[in-house]
């Protein structure tokens, strides 16, 4: 007698339902995680965009300004409504309109430009702060002598994610995780 070896169907059938369940605790977890990595990333780049404008004021002894970008892919123009969801530029302020915060191609200097993609700026919210522009004087300090803070949290937010960017009335840029509520 010939012994058959394989796989019922029984079997097969308890396999796959155990790995429906397992993917089914799995992939929203995953998805959480995932969304959680990008506010994350996002909020470090603006930080890093702070630092850098921060450092370059006081290694150059001028005014420069963080401004929140233009919603059109490819343009480097400030735009204070964009709500800093596309993206920012790092330029020197000149102060030809006395420091006023605006991107001028002609007499400023751009030093760094972040791009969100479209795609994921229209699914995040930033708010609080300025209408569009942090800036910093040659000592360090921002420009607006008083705490800036601003809230950032994608649309599909859950518990801890949100990311709460602080810049002190000295300069300093740090981040927190705060509730998304």
């Known amino acids: 007698m010939k012994k058959i070896s394989g796989m019922t169907l029984i079997e097969l059938m308890v396999t796959l339902a155990v790995g429906i369940l ?3 605790i799995g992939v929203p977890s995953f998805m959480s995680m ?4 990008q506010a994350a990333g996002y909020s470090n780049d603006l930080v890093s965009a702070l630092r850098l404008a921060r450092s370059e004021a006081v290694k150059r002894s001028i005014v420069v ?3 929140s970008r233009n919603k059109t892919p490819g343009s480097v123009a ?6 800093w969801a596309y993206g920012w530029l790092v330029f020197t302020d000149d102060g030809t309109s006395p420091s006023n915060g605006d991107f001028d191609s002609g007499s400023e200097t751009l030093l760094r430009s972040w791009e969100i993609p479209e795609n994921d700026g229209d699914r995040i ?3 609080g702060g300025t209408p569009g522009n942090i800036g910093f004087i040659a000592t360090g300090a921002n420009t607006q002598d008083a705490d800036i ?3 950032f949290k994608k649309t599909d937010c859950h518990g801890m994610q949100a990311r709460r960017i602080t810049v002190s009335r000295m300069g300093r840029a740090s981040f927190d995780n705060v509730s998304c509520l």
Not at 34 to 37: A, E, G, L
Not at 78 to 83: H, I, K, Q, T, V
């Open 22 to 24: 397992i993917l089914s």
């Open 34 to 37: 995932m969304s959680s990595n």
């Open 65 to 67: 300004s963080v401004c």
């Open 78 to 83: 400030c735009d204070p409504g964009a709500g």
């Open 125 to 127: 919210t930033f708010s």
């Open 149 to 151: 803070q601003l809230s």
